[in-house]
């Protein structure tokens, strides 16, 4: 069992940067980490994803050129660089790590942004003003 703890969020204005972290209890195998996040009154969407194995990212459209998701393997740590933010990417941010199934099943699934993940963390709050 994989205990995932974020850190990072906050309040800033448009414009501004935070970086949030995701500390995982222990090393995790090669498979898909990833970034989601949840506004009130929508749905969990899919920000950010990496395939651990080989660093492949995935980015949602919306963030594109603003965010940057990366790992450090040594400190069982992942990273999400956000940089320009906007109003509307004010939600709880939520780490996610393990997908269950075979290989190409989970490079689909990150890929896709799936939210179908084994292992949450509690969530991050990023509130972001104009």
């Known amino acids: 069992q994989v205990q995932l703890v974020e850190s990072g969020g906050g309040s800033v204005q448009a414009g501004g940067s935070l970086r949030l972290s995701c500390a995982a209890s222990?090393?995790?195998?090669?498979?898909?980490m990833g970034w989601f996040r949840q506004a009130p009154g929508k749905e969990r969407e899919g920000v950010a994803t990496?395939?651990?194995?080989?660093?492949?990212?995935y980015y949602a459209d919306s963030v594109k050129g603003r965010f940057t998701i990366s790992q450090d393997k040594s400190a069982y740590t992942m990273y999400l660089q956000m940089n320009s933010l906007k109003p509307e990417d004010t939600a709880m941010y939520y780490c996610?790590?393990?997908?269950?199934?075979?290989?190409?099943?989970?490079?689909?699934?990150?890929?896709?942004?799936?939210?179908?993940?084994?292992?949450w963390g509690q969530g991050t709050q990023v509130t972001v003003s104009s």
């Open positions: 222990s090393p995790y195998a090669d498979n898909c």
């Open positions: 996610a790590a393990e997908v269950s199934g075979g290989y190409w099943y989970r490079r689909g699934q990150c890929r896709r942004l799936t939210p179908n993940f084994n292992y």
């Open positions: 990496m395939y651990t194995g080989d660093g492949e990212v």
